[in-house]
Nanobody
Framework: VLLVQSGGGLMRAGESLTLACVTS????????VAWYRQGTGSQRDLVAR???????EYSDAVKGRFTISIDDNKRTVYLEMNGLKVEDTDTYYCNLNRWSGGSYWGQGTQVTVSS
């Protein structure tokens, strides 16, 4: 399974940005899809996740500002980021966890937020 990310770039604080992640095969409701982020020398932290098609999780740092969603074809995962902050600067990764086994990652995309 391949995950190809798009979006990212240099933003100013307060602006909005949407990341996209296209998968090579459809995921189903039993799978979980998520976005993580990682700073240099840091661990990869969960940003947002959809599990079971309807259970949404967000980190406290992004709750109320970021929204994870999937398209009707269940091939693309989005991360809509509003009210960007300098501390949102990181490399963002999408992740697909198959209920049948297997965890797959996108290539990562850099988001840099300036004040």
């Amino acid at each position: 399974v391949l995950l190809v990310q798009s979006g990212g770039g240099l933003m100013r604080a307060g602006e909005s940005l949407t990341l996209a992640c296209v998968t090579s095969s459809r995921f189903n409701d039993a799978d979980s899809v998520a976005w993580y982020r990682q700073g240099t020398g840091s661990q990869r932290d969960l940003v947002a996740r959809i599990t079971g098609g309807s259970r949404f999780e967000y980190s406290d740092a992004v709750k109320g500002r970021f929204t994870i969603s999937i398209d009707d074809n269940k091939r693309t995962v989005y991360l809509e980021m509003n009210g960007l902050k300098v501390e949102d600067t990181d490399t963002y990764y999408c992740n697909l966890n198959r209920w049948s086994g297997g965890s797959y990652w996108g290539q990562g995309t850099q988001v840099t937020v300036s004040s």
